[in-house]
């Protein structure tokens, strides 16, 4: 059994930053994947993010150029640097690990972000 664990999520002013990390129970050389995904009130969960290796990482539109996704394989840890901050990032910011088949996802740290 695999278990994510997010943190750094909180209330931020727009045009603020905020990192978020998840830590995951076992290597991170495991996964053939690690992302991140939100969901806001009302909405379904949405791809932010994935870091398939070191040297790559894919961004939706909405974060290009403002979200930064990173691993550190030694900490077994993914973080998700989120700079300039919009009231529409607003969001329940889920982990999720990708083994062959299975999908592994965390409990999900909130971030809200005021005007």
């Known amino acids: 059994q695999v278990q994510l664990v997010e943190s750094g999520g909180g209330l931020v002013q727009a045009g603020g930053s905020l990192r978020l990390s998840c830590a995951a129970s076992?290597?991170?050389?495991?996964?053939?994947?690690m992302g991140w995904y939100r969901q806001a009130p009302g909405k379904s969960r949405e791809w932010v993010a994935t870091i398939p290796s070191a040297d790559t990482a894919y961004y939706a539109d909405s974060v290009k150029g403002r979200f930064t996704i990173s691993r550190d394989n030694a900490k077994n840890t993914v973080y998700l640097q989120m700079n300039n901050l919009k009231p529409e990032d607003t969001a329940l910011y889920y982990c999720?690990?990708?083994?062959?088949?299975?999908?592994?996802w965390g409990q999900g740290t909130q971030v809200t972000v005021s005007s």
């Open positions: 999720k690990a990708v083994q062959g088949g299975l999908h592994y």
């Open positions: 076992r290597s991170i050389f495991s996964f053939s994947s």
